[in-house]
């Protein structure tokens, strides 16, 4: 079976929106027609140009990947670096190539999330919720049209706290306006004011549902004129940000804890910092983590596990928690079954397979 790449996007994005990535990314589609028909897509933690061969060799019409292969722009495409010749070779068959980076580190029930799942943590929470991610609308309804006004507001996203939905602030109140003879009002008649019974609605929602926040607004409320308010919120957003926390059912020792590690990733090896007390209490980041060290420390957690740490941030650690590194690759590399997992919700008759190719660029001797 086949889908549009644009609804195989739109799947990705319900969960990872990708406003919701840092500044310096680059994540989203790099080449492609969204019009285009795919029926089979690789999944990879890196685009390289062995990926793409293993795409080309398979029949995959998409490369869906959670590393950019663009950070930089590119002003040309002659060859001259992988980048360029990785985006070449796309075009040249038909390949669509797609990235899921920050945007997917920093949503519940991404990359941190899944992580969090690989060893055993419960309670899993962000470490860093993201600021400045949150919008407020005051919109003011006719008593009647308050239920259907909260029902459209409600589907569209808004009024969802947490685990709570249909979250809302409701005040009664006299609305009172004077229709022109231009005008075509719901209630009233021109050049006469009129007063009715209105219900003051307040929502949250996060801002990149404002314009489906904003059209159900619109489509619901009875009035030619809305009366409402939007503003942004200076709460953090607890439902999106950078890095995870949670703790484990039974605390370890640390020499228990480093077996559980190994067993539940898959790990050859990785650094760590001198740690004396039990574990219980575990935060993490997928990737370079390295700067949310110290809220790892200020959630009370025994032990940060991320990777990409330089010698002296290890010195950060003060033994007030213990760091461990495990590589970026190996912090990452489930990925490509979470990819698979969010198109399968979607798409279960979409073939889906797991890039073989190993792009790991760092190998150790042992």
């Not at 480093?258 to 740690?275: D, N, P, V």
């Not at 420390?297 to 650690?317: N, Q, R, T, W």
């Amino acid at each position: 079976m086949s889908y549009k790449l644009s609804e195989i996007i739109a799947a990705i994005e319900r969960l990872a929106p990708v406003d919701r990535q840092e500044s310096y990314d680059n994540a989203g589609l790099y080449c492609g027609e969204q019009s285009s028909e795919i029926h089979k897509v690789i999944t990879c933690l890196d685009i390289t140009e062995q990926v793409l061969d293993e795409a080309i060799a398979k029949g995959c019409q998409l490369v869906l990947a959670h590393h950019p292969v663009i950070f930089k722009p590119i002003k040309r495409l002659t060859g001259r670096t992988f980048a360029e010749r990785i985006l070449l070779k796309a075009v040249r068959y038909n390949i669509a190539l797609y990235a899921a980076h920050t945007n997917l580190d920093n949503v519940t029930g991404g990359v941190n999330f899944t992580l969090a799942e690989k060893l055993g943590l419960v309670d899993v929470k962000i470490l860093q919720p993201m600021e400045n991610a949150l919008r407020k609308l005051v919109v003011f309804v006719p008593l009647a049209t308050t239920e259907q006004m909260l029902k459209a507001l409600g589907e569209a996203g808004a009024g969802q706290i947490g685990n709570y939905k249909d979250c809302s602030f409701i005040s009664e109140g006299i609305g009172t306006f004077r229709p022109s003879e231009r005008a075509n009002p719901h209630i009233g008649k021109a050049h006469m004011k009129e007063e009715v019974r209105e219900n003051r609605i307040e929502v949250v929602f996060p801002t990149h549902l404002t314009s489906k926040v904003m059209s159900a607004m619109y489509a619901s409320h009875p009035y030619e004129e809305i009366a409402f308010y939007l503003q942004e919120v200076a709460n953090n957003n607890q439902e999106y940000g950078a890095g995870a926390f949670g703790v484990l059912e039974q605390e370890m020792e640390v020499a228990a804890f480093h077996r559980h590690l190994k067993e539940c990733l898959g790990l050859r090896a990785f650094k760590y910092t001198h740690w004396t007390k039990t574990i219980k209490k575990v935060a993490l980041c997928g990737g370079s983590g390295s700067f949310l060290l110290k809220q790892a420390i200020a959630v009370g957690a025994d032990v940060f596990v991320s990777s990409d740490f330089k010698y002296h941030e290890f010195f950060d650690a003060e033994e007030k928690i213990m760091v461990v590194d495990i590589g970026h690759y190996e912090s990452e590399s489930h990925t490509k079954d979470l990819l698979k997992g969010i198109l399968r919700s979607s798409f279960t008759d979409l073939d889906l397979i797991s890039c073989e190719t190993n792009t790991n660029p760092i190998q150790y001797y042992f």
